[in-house]
């Protein structure tokens, strides 16, 4: 295993070594967190699920990625994200319409329910939210479609509620395709 000397001031030594903290253990997992390349998940807007005409869309200007439903499995599909990951937003119908950086690690917890944003606070329903920040969103008739996806990503990834989408999926060029048709740039 190969050495280094990090430098730490006299009082913080003291604080981590009183605390009982490993300062190597600590500096490798935060080099390794700050390494960790972002993972890749695709969720669907889930519209059938949705009371009225809502498409699910309204996440994007709400900032958040949403399933909803039972807590097993639907709650515990958002656990799965973690700050920093990339969330891939699929409209049935259309394609994937957004994409955008977690703010947040995911939790299986539901929302409060007067901050959901599809359902009635009386209705019974669960919703879960975790923060996201879209960095494109595009118009319906500019969505990645289904066969698009299935070309890029040499499998479909959007017929559930929720895909980890794999490093050979190629996350990055399904990206490149959805900024490609940002209307806004």
Not at 44 to 64: F, M
Not at 135 to 156: K, L, N, Y
């Amino acid at each position: 295993m190969a050495r280094t000397t990090v430098s730490l001031d006299d009082e913080k030594q003291e604080q981590a070594k009183a605390a009982g903290l490993n300062i190597s253990q600590l500096t490798r997992e935060a080099i390794d967190q700050r390494l960790r390349l972002p993972d890749h998940h695709m969720v669907n807007t889930n519209q059938s699920n949705l009371p009225g005409d809502a498409t699910g869309t309204a996440i994007y200007a709400e900032g958040v990625v949403a399933t909803y439903g039972p807590k097993d499995p639907f709650g515990e599909h958002l656990e799965n994200i973690e700050r920093r990951d990339w969330v891939h937003s699929y409209q049935n119908g259309a394609g994937v319409r957004a994409a955008g950086i977690v703010l947040e690690d995911g939790t299986s917890d539901p929302v409060a329910p007067e901050d959901m944003i599809f359902h009635s606070a009386s209705s019974n329903a669960n919703e879960y939210h975790v923060p996201v920040r879209w960095q494109v969103v595009v118009e319906e008739r500019s969505a990645v479609t289904s066969d698009e996806i299935d070309h890029i990503c040499g499998r479909p990834l959007y017929a559930s509620t929720y895909n980890e989408v794999q490093d050979d999926d190629n996350p990055e060029l399904l990206l490149d395709v959805l900024f490609g048709r940002d209307q806004r740039s």
